[in-house]
């Protein structure tokens, strides 16, 4: 490219939507990314459904589960939109903890929720789903729909392939996860679709505490100097960001 055809504006913009421009915009989203949360600690991504409603069940253990992890010093990661995203947000400022909301461009999502701290606006998925698991020690999976389903087989493959290890998923609510379970169970390993040891790549519980506690305990391992520097025995006694 010339240096006249670079400085001349005239003409339609069209080079802003060539491979080249995108493959720049990309990096541009992996050098955001990267930058924000090198220095986060131990954290767990959250998923959940972006329709869950306030006050409901599935958004109050949002909450719990996000809180829990905030009092054991431990960064919550959500998508950063509505519902069980915004619980779990919400929950970790309640615990004092720091709230991380990684969005995405969608016409059906308005931005990222006021209980976010540190936040990041992606429009590749891809690149923000990199995210996700680079800066996470495990995942707490709440009930959702395809874009939760989505994020979850994405966590198994990886842990099944060996992208990643050490690295706990960990579903909430048997009464929402069990029939896929069942059906995991009964068509895929049935049909030798999948081993029967795939099926301990995650695990399902009832209780926000136990899904902490084995997201804690299976990924993320205290130094007794943090520890004892923090007083609660947690991960790294990250704090709220003034």
């Known amino acids: 490219m010339s240096d006249q055809h670079l400085l001349d504006t005239k003409g339609p913009g069209q080079f802003v939507h060539t491979d080249p421009w995108r493959v720049l915009?990309?990096?541009?989203?992996?050098?955001?990314?990267?930058?924000?949360?090198?220095?986060?600690?131990?954290?767990?991504?959250?998923?959940?459904?972006?329709?869950?409603?306030?006050?409901?069940?599935?958004?109050?253990?949002?909450?719990?589960?996000?809180?829990?992890?905030?009092?054991?010093?431990?960064?919550?990661?959500?998508?950063?939109?509505?519902?069980?995203?915004?619980a779990a947000n919400k929950g970790a400022v309640q615990g004092n903890g720091v709230s991380v909301g990684l969005g995405i461009e969608l016409p059906f999502e308005q931005g990222l929720n006021q209980w976010v701290d540190l936040g990041i606006n992606f429009?590749?998925?891809?690149?923000?789903?990199?995210?996700?698991?680079?800066?996470?020690?495990?995942?707490?999976?709440?009930?959702?729909?395809?874009?939760?389903?989505?994020e979850l087989f994405e966590a198994m493959v990886l842990v099944q392939t060996k992208k990643v290890t050490s690295f706990p998923i960990v579903l909430l609510g048997t009464a929402f996860w069990g029939p896929m379970l069942d059906w995991i169970r009964g068509?895929?390993?049935?049909?030798?679709?999948?081993?029967?040891?795939?099926?301990?790549?995650?695990?399902?519980v009832d209780e926000p505490a136990h899904a902490v506690d084995l997201v804690i305990h299976g990924a993320i391992r205290p130094s007794p100097e943090t520890s004892a520097a923090n007083g609660t025995g947690g991960p790294n006694g990250n704090q709220r960001p003034e």
């Open 25 to 86: 915009r990309i990096q541009s989203e992996f050098v955001e990314g990267f930058g924000a949360l090198a220095d986060l600690g131990p954290a767990v991504s959250v998923f959940g459904s972006a329709r869950t409603k306030p006050g409901s069940v599935y958004y109050e253990l949002g909450v719990e589960v996000g809180r829990k992890l905030a009092e054991a010093g431990v960064a919550v990661i959500t998508g950063g939109g509505p519902g069980s995203m915004e």
């Open 187 to 204: 068509t895929l390993v049935e049909d030798g679709m999948i081993s029967e040891k795939d099926l301990g790549l995650i695990q399902v």
């Open 123 to 150: 429009r590749y998925f891809f690149a923000r789903k990199t995210m996700f698991v680079k800066y996470a020690q495990g995942f707490i999976v709440l009930p959702g729909g395809l874009g939760t389903l989505d």
